[in-house]
């Protein structure tokens, strides 16, 4: 067989300042027909898990672009249009191809464009026809469109909050698809649509049992597939919420009826699903009180990178200052001029810096202070949840009154201790640790935290569900609506 693979990724939070432009691809992460032969990166694993299944089975690969861009705010029309037509481009000189296989996000905005994915899938299938099987690997965050579901053949969402099931989606994907093209399955898909919004890590209880139930759904009495989507709650699309795709072999109502029963039960657990969060206030109480050898972790949630966010919120950082707390890690804080300075000056140089508050409206203030550069980096980098490494650039930690943070030349949220502890920033001696990040932070700091705590600052994907300024949904969603 033929098998076309490609990867597109972003997540556009329409409420963010930064917009995404071509070059927030191609700087990043970008290749093409080559993207499965490098590094594991964010565009890479599902196409190195379909180039690597492929080959075992003797089939052959064409692949074009895999690219991803840190979420920020919509996409430019052109750079959208650009990256799609690469793929389209590759497609039409592939032809024929007996099956194609997608990496894509599913929350991609683009100036005119409500639903990237709906609309590159609705043309993949022009392209390839009818009979052509495709299959989509998304993110759990993503918009679920009737576009997408009825250009698609087989459609699977990561099950994992945090993100760590990239690969086994992948390869989930490429089985069902594999099977469906050599008629062993006969996808039918059902959703149902929870009308609810929120995040829900899957750490926790009840998530955590819900994942393993649908898991154990899965391949057996006739069922594929089973994905919740979380949806992404930031951008301001007609099909933003949570839903329940089933794929069955066949049978058109045991599907709707497995889905439906399954949102149903999701539906029913809102309430306990519900992430707690702590005010800045709440959670800085708790790092005083802290005496634990071990700090207290908390998430900066509303100035998460990978939400879209600039990452340069002051809310917390200021709020710390004010209340004179010490021995208090804050990170990272995307401010380039900043690191700069901090090179300039050298490790040990102290000087007074403007940190932060400066890329929009959420970000607060500025905040200025007398720092003491302790640690410098010419390339620093994280591990990510899946062992590569992540990149952000030059950066700089300094220390402010016993505050110590973090500064980044790229945006990036915080994965792992590393972002601290490789740049000189030790966590064990510290009572507090501040993470902007909503969850990918979690697995990694679980083991060297006293507690875990997410916390709602201000800033542009605050928690607050019920006052997101949509202007496109159109149904009552919970917790803005009981209905
Ligand atoms: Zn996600």
Not at 44 to 57: H, I, K, N, T
Not at 208 to 229: D, H, Y
Request: aromatic share 6%.
């Amino acid at each position: 067989m033929r098998i076309f693979i490609a990867s597109l990724v972003t997540e556009t939070n329409t409420f963010s300042p930064i917009p995404t432009s071509l070059r927030s691809f191609t700087n990043l992460d970008y290749s093409r027909r080559d993207g499965s032969l490098g590094p594991d990166r964010g565009s890479s694993r599902a196409l190195q898990e379909w180039r690597r299944a492929a080959e075992q089975g003797g089939h052959e690969i064409v692949e074009s672009i895999s690219t991803y861009a840190q979420p920020a705010g919509t996409t430019v029309r052109a750079a959208y249009e650009e990256l799609r037509d690469y793929i389209l481009d590759d497609l039409s000189k592939a032809q024929p191809v007996d099956v194609v296989l997608l990496d894509l996000h599913g929350a991609m905005i683009a100036d005119g464009y409500d639903d990237c994915e709906g609309d590159l899938i609705t043309r993949t299938r022009a392209v390839v026809g009818p009979d052509v099987m495709i299959g989509v690997e998304l993110d759990l965050h993503c918009h679920l469109t009737e576009a997408m579901v009825a250009g698609a053949d087989i459609v699977v969402t990561y099950k994992e909050y945090p993100h760590t099931d990239i690969r086994e989606c992948a390869r989930e994907v490429y089985g069902l698809t594999m099977a469906a093209s050599q008629g062993t399955l006969k996808p039918v898909k059902a959703v149902h649509d929870c009308r609810m919004i929120g995040l829900w890590p899957t750490t926790r209880e009840p998530v955590r049992s819900f994942v393993e139930r649908m898991r154990a759904l899965e391949g057996k009495n006739g069922i594929a597939s089973v994905s919740l989507i979380h949806g992404f709650p930031w951008g301001d699309v007609a099909d933003v919420g949570a839903k329940v795709l089933v794929i069955a072999n066949g049978d058109q109502a045991q599907a709707e009826a497995l889905a439906r029963q399954l949102g149903a039960e999701f539906w029913a657990m809102r309430e306990e699903a519900r992430t707690p969060y702590l005010t800045v206030d709440e959670a800085l109480a708790r790092v005083r009180a802290n005496s634990a050898k071990a700090p207290i972790v908390l998430a900066d949630v509303a100035d998460n990178a990978g939400g879209g966010a600039a990452s340069d919120s002051t809310a917390i950082l200021q709020r710390v200052l004010d209340l004179g707390l010490r021995e208090i890690a804050l990170g990272c804080f995307w401010d380039p001029v900043a690191v700069q300075m901090c090179f300039g000056a050298g490790i040990g140089a102290t000087l007074a810096l403007r940190i932060g508050g400066k890329v929009g409206e959420h970000s607060g203030q500025p905040v200025d202070v007398l720092a003491t550069v302790r640690g410098l980096c010419p390339d620093h980098k994280q591990p990510g949840n899946s062992g590569s490494q992540w990149p952000l650039g030059p950066s700089a930690y300094i220390e402010t009154r016993g505050v110590h943070i973090i500064l980044s030349t790229i945006r990036e949220q915080v994965f792992s201790p590393e972002l601290f502890t490789d740049i000189g920033c030790a966590m064990s001696d510290k009572r507090g640790v501040v993470v902007k990040s909503s969850q990918h932070f979690y697995n990694s700091f679980e083991p060297i935290a006293a507690e875990i705590h997410y916390v709602a600052a201000s800033g542009p994907i605050s928690p607050d569900f019920t006052q997101i300024p949509y202007t496109k949904v159109q149904r009552p969603l919970w917790p803005r609506s009981e209905a």
